[in-house]
Nanobody, 122 residues
Framework: QSRLVESGGRLVQVGGSLRLSCAVSGLPWNDDVIGWFRQAPGKEREGVSSISASGRATKYADSVKGRFTISRDNAKTTVYLQMNSLKPEDTGVYYC???????????????WGQGTQVTVSS
């Protein structure tokens, strides 16, 4: 079984930056993918970004492309989500998850963290 723990969420001003971390332990990465998702109150969980085990392949939702960057720190077995130019609509609980394929579809992932709250204030 995998264990994923998100951290770094906080209140941030519009236009500001924030970096989220996802610490991954347990099963080796192999060919698995780590994805970032977010969910606002009353809304469906949506994919934000994902990264392959190698770190070479990435995927982004159109709403965050050009503002967010996903990366992997192999030494610490951690996946990061660097968020720049934050907007109020970026507010939500951010989750990381582990899955077998490079998608941003929540149903494709089999192991989830508990989430970290990001609030973007105008």
């Amino acid at each position: 079984q995998s264990r994923l723990v998100e951290s770094g969420g906080r209140l941030v001003q519009v236009g500001g930056s924030l970096r989220l971390s996802c610490a991954v332990s347990g099963l080796p990465w192999n060919d698995d993918v780590i994805g970032w998702f977010r969910q606002a109150p009353g809304k469906e969980r949506e994919g934000v970004s994902s990264i392959s085990a190698s770190g070479r392949a990435t995927k982004y939702a159109d709403s965050v492309k050009g503002r967010f960057t996903i990366s992997r720190d192999n030494a610490k077995t951690t996946v990061y989500l660097q968020m720049n130019s934050l907007k109020p609509e970026d507010t939500g609980v951010y989750y990381c998850a582990r899955g077998p394929v490079l998608t941003t579809t929540p149903g494709d992932y089999y192991s989830w963290g508990q989430g970290t709250q990001v609030t973007v204030s105008s």
